[in-house]
């Protein structure tokens, strides 16, 4: 499966963005999806994870309450709602595609997109 995410740019503290993620081929919903973040410097982190079927999510302690993975499998597209956001936010956020088990792991993740940018400026 390919993934191709989108969505990033600039915002200020305290404000919103809604990252998207569209994959190619007709398994998405054989996948589990993952959202990870990865600052300068600094290794690439779990952010959120969805079920194949949507119905569980998991989030990172930083994230928690402020972000909300969903997904529509119809349209094979994984969404990352980001509110109130931090300067501690900036990140290259990616999405990635487990065909296992729902795990917080990269390393179990088998595909991966590309990456969008998110800035929060102070």
């Known amino acids: 499966v390919q993934l191709q995410a989108s969505g990033g740019g600039l915002v200020q503290t305290g404000g919103s963005l809604r990252l998207s993620c569209a994959a190619s081929g007709h398994t998405f919903g054989y996948y589990v999806m993952g959202w990870f973040r990865q600052a300068p410097g600094k290794e690439r982190v779990f952010v959120a994870v969805i079920s194949r079927s949507g119905s569980d999510t998991f989030y990172s302690d930083s994230v928690k309450g402020r972000f909300t993975i969903s997904r529509d499998n119809a349209k094979n597209i994984v969404y990352l709602q980001m509110n109130s956001l931090k300067p501690e936010d900036t990140a290259v956020y990616y999405c990635?595609?487990?065909?296992?088990?729902?795990?917080?792991?990269?390393?179990?993740?088998?595909?991966w997109g590309q990456g969008t940018q998110v800035t929060v400026s102070s």
């Open positions: 990635a595609a487990d065909g296992g088990r729902t795990t917080t792991q990269a390393p179990n993740y088998d595909y």
